[in-house]
């Protein structure tokens, strides 16, 4: 009698051979190449291992995406801190990993336990905080000089605080580029390159090819404008550049803005603070079609204020038009934006909603300005004035030069990745 145990020995040996084989080739694709960056490759578990790390963290955006974009920069990153002689201490990484791990109120350890028990490895956190503090350092070792605000710089940061008025007036040009969902990436790191630049004649030949807005004529000049009217969000953003620096890309919703400052200065008035600014918002279907932006075109021409648009959605769904009276903190940053270059019944229509869907036609209907409460500075009652280099003065000073030196560092950062970005060998 023939034993049967032989060949079921050898058919579970062959079954669990063939079930093994696409286990193996499964785990050595996971370490080959996915991506090469310069002489560095990413292999697809570091892609598959930040992707379920930054799911973890709740990150926004497609975590796949964001991962692959995080992966190339931290390359980038890593290569330029090595060739400047930057290489973070075994200490100052540990230090890292802990410092983020507090952001969650969280040791260290109990940190890596939590990222481990959902699948992402300890090696994974180091890597993604090794790579950003290689960065902070060597940035500060290669931008500290020129980020420093001049006194100058921090006397005019101080005006702007206090009552919230300001006599300063700023001579920006702007550059607000369409960045629909399928084109954000590719219009982010576009303007990453031209903020490199510097350059005003290059700022404005930019602004003239890709700017939605109407300053693109102009090669995205504005006239004079006072500090006080932009967005609160953006005002510390301007003070804290130098005449012809440009900020880093701002991103708001369906476009990515871009702004230099080409002069500032101090006026022989107190410009006006405003409690609330009413508008409206008419929307029109198909984003920045042709036909959008006509029919955007005509309504401009036919209405001379807010109260004119009513019968232009007379007979539409309520939605169509609305009409806000807010205070300049509550209205969104790019609409702020638009409203600060307009007058009493002037219209915009550079930007869009739903995705790039729908082009918004903006209308400024009237700015109410702040009125002053009957209060005499202190040394007019004859209070003692603050003395000039009084603790309290230098820590204020100390507080702006902080803040305006952290966000010039930030833009150089930008601009210096945005660079590397550009010169690099991206192979996928």
Request: aromatic share 6%; net charge neutral; glycine share 6%.
């Amino acid at each position: 009698m023939i034993s049967l145990r032989p060949l079921f020995a050898r058919l579970v040996l062959c079954l669990a051979l063939t079930g093994l084989v696409p286990a193996l080739a499964a785990a050595q694709n996971a370490f080959s190449t996915a991506i090469k960056v310069n002489d560095s490759a990413i292999t697809f578990y570091e892609l598959e291992q930040r992707a379920r790390m930054l799911s973890l963290l709740r990150a926004p955006g497609d975590p796949q995406e964001l991962a692959r974009e995080q992966l190339i920069d931290d390359r980038l990153r890593l290569q330029a801190a090595r060739a400047n002689g930057v290489r973070p201490s075994n200490s100052e990484i540990l230090d890292g990993m802990t410092e983020f791990a507090g952001r969650a109120n969280l040791t260290r350890e109990e940190f890596v336990q939590a990222l481990e028990a959902n699948g992402v490895a300890e090696d994974t956190f180091r890597d993604f905080v090794t790579a950003g503090l290689a960065w902070r350092l060597l940035v500060q070792q290669r931008f500290a000089g020129r980020s420093l605000p001049s006194d100058a710089e921090i006397d005019r940061a101080l005006n702007s605080q206090g009552s919230g008025s300001t006599n300063l007036r700023v001579l920006i040009s702007e550059l607000i580029m369409p960045a629909p969902p399928r084109q954000a990436q590719a219009v982010l790191q576009r303007a990453q390159r031209i903020a490199q630049s510097g350059s005003e004649a290059e700022f404005s030949r930019a602004a003239r090819r890709f700017s939605a807005t109407a300053s693109r004529r102009n090669g995205g000049r504005l006239p004079w404008q006072n500090l006080s009217e932009l967005p609160p969000a953006l005002q510390p953003i301007i003070l804290g550049l130098a005449p012809g620096e440009i900020t880093a890309p701002l991103q708001i919703p369906n476009a990515v803005a871009l702004f230099q400052l080409r002069a500032i200065e101090e006026g022989r008035f107190n410009a006006p603070t405003y409690s609330a600014i009413e508008y409206a918002s008419y929307y029109i279907p198909g984003g920045r079609s042709d036909a959008a932006v006509a029919e955007a075109r005509k309504i401009s021409r036919r209405v001379d204020n807010c109260d004119d648009l009513y019968g232009v959605a007379k007979g539409q769904p309520a939605e169509r038009l609305e009409r806000d009276s807010l205070p300049p903190s509550r209205i969104p940053t790019d609409v702020a934006f638009e409203l600060s270059k307009l007058d009493p019944g002037e219209t915009s229509y550079a930007l869009t909603r739903a995705d790039g869907q729908t082009l918004v036609l903006l209308m400024l209907c009237g700015r109410s300005a702040t009125i002053a409460e009957d209060e005499a500075p202190a040394q007019a009652a004859g209070g003692d004035a603050p003395e000039e280099g009084s603790t309290l003065e230098r820590s204020r000073r100390e507080e702006i030069s902080l803040g305006l030196r952290n966000r010039r560092l930030g833009t150089f950062a930008d601009s210096y990745l945005a660079q590397l970005r550009s010169e690099a060998r991206i192979r996928e």
